[in-house]
């Protein structure tokens, strides 16, 4: 039961911390594995949902700082992650939308173990890295 609460807890207080690290460019270390990773290490139940609904709540309050995105998200799990040591990073993905509506389409994921990822699909390709 401790590890449940602790799990809710530290999903949280990920969704609480997104914003910080989307200001300036702090969140470029979530597109890199950190140096401290484990390989597989064993995440408690529940923390992912924590993290999600942590990003929901807050986003539902008015005039607040969070947004109910797939980037808030991300950050949030990634964090979560991290914090019980896996090597997890958020991609990043833009394409050509369809029509004049949406002339761009971009989504924000997490990658538990980006040494075992894929190359992403032509169609989905992240961001290059500006200095």
């Known amino acids: 039961m401790t590890r449940l609460v602790g799990a809710a807890l530290t999903g949280a207080l990920s969704a609480l911390r997104v914003p910080l ?19 597989e290490p064993d995440l408690p139940r529940g923390v992912l949902r924590a993290a999600h609904t942590g990003v929901r709540v807050l986003a539902a309050v008015p005039g607040s700082p969070w947004r109910n995105t797939c ?9 979560a992650m991290r914090h ?9 993905g833009v394409r ?19 040494a ?10 992240p961001f290059p890295l500006r200095a």
Not at 96 to 114: K, N, Q, Y
Not at 116 to 125: H, I, Q, S
């Open 71 to 79: 980037l808030y998200q991300s950050v949030a799990v990634c964090l």
């Open 116 to 125: 075992a990822e894929p190359a992403p699909p032509d169609r989905m390709n």
């Open 96 to 114: 050509a939308g369809r029509g004049s509506e949406t002339p761009i389409v971009a989504h924000a994921w997490v990658v538990r173990d980006p």
């Open 84 to 92: 019980y040591g896996v090597p997890a990073v958020v991609r990043i």
């Open 21 to 39: 690290w989307l200001r300036g460019r702090r969140w470029q270390e979530l597109l890199v594995p950190p140096a401290d990773a484990h390989a």
